[in-house]
């Protein structure tokens, strides 16, 4: 199970890994906590533009089904509002998903762990990936959802209780693999008009320390990824030089998406290739 913030998260952060899963068999689950209703539409080619203007939150929905689809993973809406950016006094707007109460908001979620019965648990680190309160919400929830569901004393109206195994935070936007695929790009194709870009990027990311633990090798599904991503048509320019890097550069630099093991009920070794690491040891 992963827990993302808005729609369209899942797909830039962890979708080539859900595929790998769904191709191996698994049965993987994503979260959107919120529809996405404040977001803005940042792709003005938008094919549905007329939509995005006039009802954003029912396209973000279709956009979302298409990436499940492509993904083919399992959905489910958490059900709040998107909290959009603080305001320059450091509110947010009444009923928004990162201004309800971590106990009232974390209930659903701990009824999904309940139901669903994963073993894995990703969700984002204490400063959201980065620091949208929606993100960071969706850490202190899932966190939250991650300890409470095997507590019987905790949310009894949620259903039975149930422990997942691990939990991990995503480590996929790391300086390392940005130099690596800079390099490589630069190696390979040194008239690429990306590369400035990523040149720009890396001075963004340098003061981000490699933390990953497991990296698994889903670098045959960033096609994948990159037709899920497109999806989200409103959210994501096609062309976008922030996400769609040539896959065959990055297969060779950096063939794998990562991951911080944060918490684990079962032994496993240090590193790992595999999220259900220790897991069937342990059954």
């Not at 599904?221 to 037709?227: A, I, L, Q, S």
Request: aromatic fraction near 8%; include cysteine.
């Amino acid at each position: 199970m992963a827990v993302h913030a808005h729609p369209d998260d899942e797909s830039s952060k962890g979708a080539a890994t859900y595929a790998y899963y769904t191709d191996l068999g698994d049965e993987v689950m994503v979260v959107s906590c919120t529809g996405g209703e404040r977001g803005d539409i940042l792709n003005e080619n938008l094919p549905d533009l007329a939509m995005a203007r006039r009802d954003l939150p029912g396209l973000r929905r279709r956009e979302m089904q298409a990436a499940q689809r492509v993904l083919g993973i399992q959905h489910r809406w958490l059900g709040y509002v998107d909290s959009g950016m603080a305001r320059d006094d450091g509110s947010l707007p009444a009923g928004s998903f990162a201004s309800i109460p971590v106990e009232t908001s974390a209930a659903p979620l701990v009824a999904l762990v309940r139901a669903f019965k994963p073993h894995v648990m990703i969700t984002y680190d204490e400063n959201g990936g980065y620091p949208h309160p929606d993100h960071i919400r969706a850490h202190v929830v899932g966190v939250e959802a991650y300890r409470a569901a095997g507590d019987p004393l905790r949310y009894p109206e949620s259903g039975a209780p149930w422990q997942v195994s691990k939990l991990y935070y995503d480590r996929i936007m790391n300086s390392a693999r940005l130099d690596a695929v800079y390099d490589e790009l630069l190696t390979s194709q040194p008239a690429s008009p990306l590369i400035e870009r990523l040149r720009e990027m890396r001075t963004w990311m340098s003061d981000r320390v490699f933390e990953a633990t497991t990296r698994i090798p889903a670098g045959d599904h960033f096609e994948k990824r990159d037709e899920a991503l497109r999806s989200h048509a409103s959210q994501v320019a096609p062309d976008s030089a922030f996400f769609f890097w040539p896959n065959d550069v990055q297969r060779r630099a950096w063939p794998t998406e990562d991951f911080q093991l944060i918490d684990s009920k079962v032994d496993t070794d240090m590193p790992e290739t595999d999220l259900f690491a220790g897991i069937e040891a342990a059954a």
